[in-house]
């Protein structure tokens, strides 16, 4: 079984400045699926970056960018000019791509980011 | 299509009652899931549909829970005799294979 884990429950950083999130996870898959999701308050969550296992490329999505460690199973994202919209719950989670994984999210606990004006 | 909608968004219900909740995915999507959030914890998966075969249920969904998707269309999930620990965000979420997870705003439900 996979598990994910986000060990920084909650993270504050000033609006434009830029922060980091932190994930690990542990897995004994080779073929998988690593996302970073966002839940503001109130609102569904969305996807914010997903980065391919087999790639060695980090994945960047305009702000955010991942710095994705295979050999280590760290998984963090980077929030550059932080903005207040930023505001939100952030899940690190996997998916395993092999052996009928039926492609489901195993999620972390959340890391709660709070941007200041 | 909007995207993924779940009704209702919010439910309070007394200990023991019957509660259902429905699902609605984006319209070409053939998977879908449902999760479980509880206050300070991620998402936990409950169960799974391939268009209307169920299949995986995670050994969270006790015999109080049952899911539907008929005809591979909307989905219900449905918690007989209500306890008070069943108390949490009900989220759905579809896709079609090897794209993102659309999700719902999901169905807060209190057992009191």
């Known amino acids: 079984a996979q598990t994910v884990t986000q060990s920084q429950p909650e993270m504050s950083v000033q609006e434009a400045e830029t922060v980091t999130l932190s994930c690990t996870y542990d897995?004994?898959?080779?073929?998988?699926?690593l996302f970073w999701y966002k839940q503001p308050p109130s609102r569904q969550m969305i996807l914010v970056i997903r980065?391919?296992?087999?790639?060695?490329q980090n994945a960047t999505e305009n702000r955010f960018s991942v710095n994705f460690q295979k050999a280590a199973k760290s998984f963090s994202l980077k929030i550059s000019d932080s903005q207040l919209g930023d505001t939100a719950m952030y899940f690190c989670?996997?998916?395993?791509?092999?052996?009928?994984?039926?492609?489901?999210?195993?999620f972390g606990k959340g890391t709660l980011l709070t941007v200041n004006p | 299509d909007t995207g993924v909608s779940q009704n209702p968004r919010h439910k309070i219900t007394k200990r023991g009652q019957n509660v259902t909740f429905r699902c609605d995915p984006i319209?070409?999507?053939?998977?879908l899931y449902w999760y479980r959030q509880t206050l300070g914890q991620g998402p936990e998966f409950l169960t799974y549909?391939?268009?209307?075969?169920?299949?995986?249920k995670s050994r969270l969904l006790s015999d109080r829970f049952s899911a539907e998707r008929p005809k591979g269309s909307f989905s219900t999930l449905e918690i007989q005799r209500t306890e008070q620990g069943d108390s949490a965000m009900y989220l759905c979420?579809?896709?079609?294979?090897?794209?993102?997870?659309?999700f719902g705003q999901g169905t807060r439900l209190t057992v009191v």
């Open positions: 979420a579809s896709t079609v294979v090897n794209t993102e997870a659309f």
């Open positions: 897995t004994s898959e080779s073929n998988y699926y």
């Open positions: 980065q391919e296992a087999y790639k060695q």
């Open positions: 989670a996997f998916m395993k791509l092999s052996g009928g994984s039926n492609y489901k999210l195993t």
């Open positions: 319209s070409e999507h053939n998977r």
């Open positions: 549909f391939q268009n209307e075969a169920q299949l995986e």
